[in-house]
Each structure stands twice: as C-alpha cells, then as structure tokens.
Nanobody
C-alpha cells in the first residue's frame, strides 16, 4: 500500500499559480504510476493528469493542457503538480492517487478505477 499526503492548496486569484505536492510513503512508490484528480462540490471526481513510474509518459486532461505540469522525484517519494494560469473552474479538492503499477493503460489511467491508493485531498480555490 502507498500512503499519500497532499499539500500546497490554497486561495489564489484567477491567473495565478499554485504548486501541489504529494508525499508518498511505501517502498512501491518508485514503481507506481501516479495521477491527480479533482472534485468540485456536487461533482464527480475528474481526471487531471497522469505520470508513469519513471516520468516518461504523461497524460493531461484537455482542460488543463498547457497550464498544468506534473513531475515526480522518486528519490524523495514526491509527485508535484504545477498549476499556472488558474481559472475559477479549477476550484476543487485535488487528490493524489497511486496505481501500484508501472504504467496504466490509456483507457484506464483517466478513470479513478485505475488507481488503488488515494490521499485525503487539498483544497484549491480560484477567485475571479
């Protein structure tokens, strides 16, 4: 099992930036593909971005392409989400997730079912 703790959320004005961090514990982190999802009030949990175990493959939701960047540091058991040009519609609780697989098939990596471990989430609020 991979235990995940997100941080870095907060309140920011539209057009601003935030950097989310996800700290992972467990020896399997470095061999686990990771993802970020987000959930707005009353909405389903939506896919944001995916990264393979070694960072070679990333997949972004269309809504965040060109604005968000995922990265990972396996030596430090960390995953990061740099969010730029934030919009009010980015407001949500952001969750880090671990697949416990080296890679996840494209059709599954964009779905919550593709991941086994989840953090508690961090709130991101973007004001207009």
């Amino acid at each position: 099992q991979v235990q995940l703790v997100e941080s870095g959320g907060g309140l920011v004005q539209a057009g601003g930036s935030l950097r989310l961090s996800c700290a992972a514990s467990g020896r399997t982190f470095s061999s686990s593909a990771m993802g970020w999802f987000r959930q707005a009030p009353g909405q389903e949990r939506d896919f944001v971005v995916y990264i393979s175990w070694n960072g070679d493959t990333t997949t972004y939701a269309d809504s965040v392409k060109g604005r968000f960047t995922i990265s990972r540091d396996n030596a430090k058991n960390m995953v990061f989400l740099q969010m730029n040009s934030l919009r009010p519609e980015d407001t949500a609780v952001y969750f880090c997730a671990a697949a416990r697989l080296l890679t996840v098939a494209p059709v599954l990596r964009v779905r919550a079912q593709g991941y086994k471990d989840w953090g508690q989430g961090t709130q991101v609020t973007v004001s207009s």
